[in-house]
């Protein structure tokens, strides 16, 4: 399963097929069959690593500090695999990590004292965020806050003359001055998304 994650990695999951698996492993496309039924259960078994590297919210401090962990370690792991990040909530057989995962969110969630359903629209609302940002940075044509500086200057500054996009021209500018860096938006909204929950729970 390791190599399937890293093809995906490397190549993306469109790449993926059983032929190009067995090829990059040495062994025939047939025996793979002997592992897995059919490219679905490879898909499932791959999300299933991927539900394994993230870090469960931990169950020794309060909710919004383990839920904060692990969307944290949510975002990372879906950086180094972005292929997954339309995959995550596909699978109808998912495996044992993703169970573990969903059943530690949910009885963090429980314990803090969200009802049955607030504790749904809390799942929802911060796995939106999380894979909605993570698709968003992996779309990014830039990679670091340096990278984003320099593309300002020489790309996006001449696209917005001041006269006719002074406000854009301006932020522009001061944020590349500033040094500023995209990634830290995600902490930013997290915390925005975990304050506006916490007055919806019932304190236990």
Known sequence: MAEAVRLADR????????????AS??????????????????????????????????EETD??????RRAISARQVLA??????????????????????REAVTACLRKAGFPVLMATHANWLLDSYVYGFALQEASLPFGTAKELADMTEDVFLPQLPPDEFPYLNESAAVLAAAGYDP????????????????????PT
Do not use: C
């Open 11 to 22: 190549e993306g999951v469109g790449e993926l097929s059983m032929r190009r698996l067995a």
């Open 80 to 101: 180094r695999h972005p292929w997954a990040i339309g995959l995550m909530e596909s699978r109808t057989s998912p495996g044992p990590a993703n169970l573990r995962h």
């Open 63 to 68: 909710w919004q500090s383990a839920m904060r």
């Open 183 to 202: 990634a830290e938006e995600f902490t930013f909204g997290l915390d925005l998304v975990l304050a506006a929950l916490e007055a919806l729970r019932v």
């Open 25 to 58: 492993l040495g062994a025939g496309a047939m025996s793979l069959y002997y592992y897995v039924a059919s490219k679905e259960e490879l898909l499932d078994a791959m999300i299933d690593v991927v539900f394994e590297e993230i870090e469960l919210p931990p």
